[in-house]
């Protein structure tokens, strides 16, 4: 079992820059891929972010390449989300998602994720 708790939204101005972080809990962290999804109000959830076990793969949405960068400590038991240049279109829930793996293969569909965090609320206003 893993738990995962997200840190770190909150509130910023079109433009400006937010950092999010999950601690999980357990020994086996470099075990699990790890990633973001969101959920604006009146959406559907959706991919945001993974990162392989290793943190040696990382693949992006679209809608955010270029802004937000993943990275993950192992030691720590912890992945980041730095969001860059937000836009109110990222307004949303955030949640830290985690999957055990072999590889260092990236999921990219809720149903390929075994964890979710509580979720975390960012706001961007324009």
């Known amino acids: 079992q893993v738990q995962l708790v997200e840190s770190g939204g909150g509130w910023v101005q079109a433009g400006g820059s937010l950092g999010l972080s999950c601690a999980a809990s357990?020994?086996?962290?470099?075990?699990?891929?790890m990633g973001w999804f969101r959920q604006a109000p009146g959406k559907e959830r959706e991919f945001v972010v993974g990162i392989s076990r290793s943190g040696s793969s990382r693949y992006y949405a679209d809608s955010v390449k270029g802004r937000f960068t993943i990275s993950r400590d192992n030691a720590n038991h912890t992945v980041y989300l730095q969001m860059n240049s937000l836009k109110p279109e990222d307004t949303a829930v955030y949640y830290c998602?985690?999957?055990?793996?072999?590889?260092?293969?990236?999921?990219?569909?809720?149903?390929?994720?075994?964890?979710w965090g509580q979720g975390t609320q960012v706001t961007v206003s324009s």
């Open positions: 998602v985690a999957r055990r793996t072999l590889l260092e293969d990236i999921g990219r569909v809720e149903r390929e994720y075994d964890y």
């Open positions: 357990g020994r086996t962290f470099s075990t699990y891929a």
